[in-house]
Every structure is written in C-alpha cells, then in structure tokens.
C-alpha cells in the first residue's frame, strides 16, 4: 500500500469518525508502518518525511544529499536519502527537486481530526492571510468559517488581524532604532525560512532582527491566553510552518498546521462545498495585515505605519525584497559585504511571497491578485486606525500600543 493510499483512506475515515476501524483492516494488509507512524503522529518526524527507496543513481544520491541550505538532508544506511528532523525548516526545496517523488510533506489531518472529534476542547482554525481565492473564487472568508464549523471548529480567526499588531510592533521597533542611513532592520514577521537563513546561516545579523514572533504565533498565543483549553490550527500554503510551530521558544502557540491542499482534502471527502454556505462575517483586519501574503506586503505595511506614526522623521522607510531562497541569500550576502541599499529589509523563502508557497491550490500571481484586492477592501489602512486592534491589545492586558516595545509573552521572542 502507498503512502498516498493510506493518507487518503485514513482522511477519509478521520472526516466519518472511523479510523480505529479502518486501521484494523490496514494492518490486515502490506503497508510500511514507517509512513503509517507519520501519519498517526507526524509531531515525531520531520516536515518532510521519506516515503520509499530512492531510484536515482549513486551520483544522483549524493548531489541531492548535499543540496540542503540547512544541512537536513543525509544517506541513510541503505544509501537513501533522507531528512533530520532538528534540521529540516520545511523549505520545500527537496520535495520540489526529488526526480524519484519519494519525499513529501508531513500530514496533521488526522491528530487535528481527532481533537475536533473528542470536543475535549473548543478548535480554531488560524487562516493565513494567503487564503483569498485559494479554494476557489465563489468561497469568501464568511463562507471558509462556516465550512470550518460544520467539519466541529469552533470557529476560524484571520491571521491578518495578528499581522496587523506585528506591523504596528516593527514599526514601532522601526521608529526607535533607525536613526540614521546608517541603521537598518531585517524582518521578523512572516516567513519561517527567512528567520531559520538569519538564526542558522546568516547569525551575525540577527542584532538587526526585532524579538517579534510571526503572525502565526501571536495569533496562537492570543487565542489560549484568552482561552486557554484552545485547541490552535494553523492552515496555510506553508510547510516550513509546520516546523515553526515545533521551535521549542514558540510551540505554546499552535497545536496544528495544515495545509490548503490537507484543508481541501478534508472538505471533499467530507462533502462540503464551501460556495454553497452561508455567511459568517467578521472581518477585523486592516490592509496593512491583509497584503502580508505577497512578497513587498510586509514592507509596505510597515512603511505605511511608520509614516502614520510619524509623519515628519527625517529617515524614512526604503525598504528592500527578496524571494526565493537563492535571492534571499544574495541580498544577506550583499548586507554582509557592505552592498545593502535599504534600511528595511524583507524575505520571503518563496516566489511571489506566501502565495507561492508550495501547497498554495492556485497560481502565485493569481494568488497575489486576489490578495491586494481583498486588502483594498479592508475599512482601515493601517493598524493605527483599526479599533479592533487597540480593543484587542486591551484584552491582552496591553494599555497602551506602546507597550508592544516591552517584552511580551505573546509578541516576542530572543533570537
């Protein structure tokens, strides 16, 4: 039995209640109990997982193995290649370039299922701000709650309303520190692989990085800090956050991670049809938390705030992009080698930003689209002018925006 056959008997079984009845009859059959492991508990492996025996050459072995910017990638001792689980940061690079298909990523439908399923606790799907359009155009964010909650979440939060309290937390850190052409800052926000190149390759410009945890995290952490028994989903285009969420400084936040396409799955074979749902409205987040999900989205938020901040600085914002992990590495070498033209400066580990991520359901520039449209819809450009972050940041037990410059058990952390 594949890999593949047995993720989709077990999702299917997940989605009716039935998997310890179907893993009776699996283990009645051939199957690797390896793969079966990673999908009974993927917290035990890496974020890409080997799913067979390589079929390449003995060349071809080796150049594969020694591809990994972060080193993740080895020869087993049957001469496969095969992945460390503390090393690997779920860039995508190595499952994008298997010639043999035999490298995939880790699956988490079935322990999120599972929790939905024993309702111990209340389970929040935490959506990406790159989900605009990703599960078709008739499917509006009201519409992806409602679908949510019939699968038994008991609701979804928009990570965009998070993203928005980020920009105003670097933004803020921007305004303090960058005083002359001198300073510049790197981004925290956003992208897992972007951090892990700073944190693992590029550690002698982490002093140029704010202590803020990602969206993801901050949207976590809020969540069980005003609900403490929650139960926290992240669902998004991204891998590498399926590693983010185990970093032992940040893993209080987020229980889960799915992907768009697990999130697909689990609604075919659960016969629902988000375009034919009925509303569930509660947009909170302002354009600047929406355009996160495009590459110059973080940036231009930040900019933004920063001007709404304070209007008449003398060094302004000029920020800089990279994406992809070839260019992201070119623009940490410039810095590096004295070539950095920007005081702000944002990487995004994939083209296009999160909307090229590798489990994205459509095109990044359709994705990148759908993304700027709906920020345009927001009724606030900035989180300066959004009521319900500053109502949000009270509930937290922050009185004033100034107080995400402190040290925040929910908004920072030491790289």
Known sequence: MTFDELYCRLTHAAVDGRVPEELRKIREQDFDPRQLDCLLNPEKHPPVVRIGDCACSESEKAACAGKCLFDALYRDEKGNVSVKKDFCVGCGECVKNCRARKLTESRDILPTLADVHEAKAPVYAMIA???????????????????????????????????????????????????????????????????????????????????????MVACGRSIKFLRPDAVTVFVGPCIAK??????????????????????????????????????????????????????????????????????????????????????????????????????????????????????????????????????????????????????????????TVESLLEHSDIFTRDF
């Open 129 to 215: 701000p790159a989900f605009v359009n990703q599960f078709s155009s008739d499917v509006t964010p009201g519409k992806l709650r409602t679908a949510f909650k019939r699968l038994g979440f008991a609701g979804m939060v928009e990570v965009a309303l998070f993203a928005d309290i980020l920009t105003l937390k670097e933004a803020l850190e921007f305004d303090r520190n960058i005083r002359t052409e001198k300073d510049y800052q790197l981004t925290s926000c956003c992208c897992p692989i972007w951090i892990a190149m700073i944190r693992k390759v590029y550690h002698d410009l982490v002093p140029h990085v704010p202590a803020a945890v990602s969206p």
């Open 242 to 399: 399926k590693a983010e969420a185990r970093e032992k400084d940040v893993a209080d936040s987020t229980d889960h991670v799915l992907t768009f396409r697990e999130v697909r799955d689990i609604f075919e074979f659960a016969g629902i049809d988000p375009a034919g749902l009925p509303e569930d409205e509660r947009d909170h987040s302002s354009r600047a938390g929406r355009i996160y999900a495009g590459t110059g989205g973080v940036s231009e938020a930040v900019q933004s705030t920063v001007e709404r901040l304070n209007p008449h600085r003398k060094v302004t914002v000029h920020a800089a992009q990279a994406d992809g992990v070839p260019a992201c590495r070119a623009m940490l070498n410039d810095i590096l080698a004295g070539r950095r033209t920007a005081n702000f400066i944002e990487g995004m580990g994939c083209v296009g930003g999160c909307v090229g991520g590798p489990r994205a359901l459509i095109p990044k520039e359709e994705g990148r689209r759908h993304v700027a449209e709906y920020g345009g819809t927001a009724p606030y450009r900035t989180p300066i002018d959004n009521p319900f972050v500053i109502e949000l940041l009270h509930r937290l037990g922050l009185d």
